[in-house]
């Protein structure tokens, strides 16, 4: 793992508008670093924004946030993003994932799974920065409506796709911890 070294330079806590340091605070409990905290605090409306996105769309709309915990855990272990994978292992199982598929999240196959479960798992996999050729096949189209109605495979798209972008953000811009085997980024 290394350290982020951000080309724009993080705030201090107290630089920090008030309402962003609470974020700071649980970024460091939780991850161990609050560089992304700290330097969004040169943007807090674009803070506020991604803050609005996790209120509105991830923890709103008609998707279990149960699934869309998994499909964030999934993408961030995918990634690489030692930062994501502390606290997102933590909200997934806030959310009603089991230890068993917390430790089975790159064995699709494992029996912990339900058939909607893989079918997010394996929309994830289509949605993530490595597969630059992903795509819903007609087969994946076909297991997620077996357990999800349009309007919800599109707010798991849509959720994946901000979720994969703020992942490339993180990357590019130098602000998280990576695991030893992200090839992303540095």
């Known amino acids: 793992m290394n350290t982020p070294k951000p080309f724009i330079p993080p705030l201090s806590r107290d630089d920090l508008p008030p309402f962003m340091q609470p974020a700071h605070d649980r970024a460091l409990a939780v991850r161990g670093d609050a560089t992304f905290i700290d330097v969004m605090g040169h943007a807090p409306d674009v803070f506020a924004w991604y803050g609005d996105f996790y209120q509105r769309l991830f923890h709103g709309g008609r998707v279990p946030v149960a699934m869309k915990e998994l499909a964030r855990y999934r993408l961030s272990t995918l990634h690489g993003c030692a930062f994501c994978n502390k606290g997102n292992r933590l909200d997934a199982m806030a959310a009603g994932l089991t230890e068993a598929q917390v430790?089975?999240?790159?064995?699709?196959?494992?029996?912990?799974?339900?058939?909607?479960?893989?079918?997010?798992?394996?929309?994830?996999?289509?949605?993530?920065?490595?597969?630059?050729?992903?795509?819903?096949?007609?087969?994946l189209h076909a297991d997620l409506t077996r357990h999800f109605d349009n309007q919800q495979i599109l707010e798991l798209g849509v959720t994946m796709a901000v979720l994969t972008g703020m992942a490339k953000f993180l990357f590019a811009f130098d602000l998280v911890e990576r695991e030893s085997y992200c090839e992303f980024g540095r």
Do not use: H, N
């Open 103 to 139: 430790a089975a999240i790159d064995d699709i196959e494992a029996p912990c799974w339900s058939d909607a479960e893989r079918a997010v798992i394996r929309l994830a996999e289509e949605m993530s920065l490595g597969k630059s050729d992903g795509v819903v096949s007609s087969e």
